[in-house]
């Protein structure tokens, strides 16, 4: 069974940082894409970040030179590197691993405010 663990949202103030972990589980292959998506209540989810398996990282335009997508193969791991943030950037962020289709982690809330 597919299973995507989230961990390392909760609450920080504006400027400040954190780091969103996946862990995938149950995956006997290379995990071809991972990324990272964020919604807000009442809105689409929508895409912030990517990883392919070479490594070629990709941004949402929005926080492009603030958050930073790595990965680790082995471990089938991947995070999300959140700095300057802002309290746009409030929203349940999901991670998600394309292996032929999707899968997705149940979520991880992040909240920026003072």
């Known amino acids: 069974q597919v299973q995507l663990v989230e961990s390392g949202g909760g609450l920080v103030q504006p400027g400040g940082s954190l780091r969103l972990s996946c862990a995938a589980s149950?995956?006997?292959?290379?995990?071809?894409?991972m990324g990272w998506y964020r919604q807000v209540p009442g809105g689409q989810r929508e895409w912030v970040a990517s990883?392919?398996?070479?490594?070629?990282?990709g941004y949402a335009d929005s926080v492009k030179g603030r958050f930073t997508i790595s990965r680790d193969n082995t471990q089938k791991k991947w995070y999300l590197q959140m700095n300057g943030l802002k309290p746009e950037d409030t929203a349940v962020y999901y991670c998600?691993?394309?292996?032929?289709?999707?899968?997705w982690g149940q979520g991880t809330q992040v909240t920026v405010s003072s």
């Open positions: 149950g995956i006997d292959f290379s995990i071809n894409l």
């Open positions: 998600k691993a394309t292996v032929g289709c999707d899968y």
């Open positions: 990883i392919t398996s070479r490594g070629t990282p």
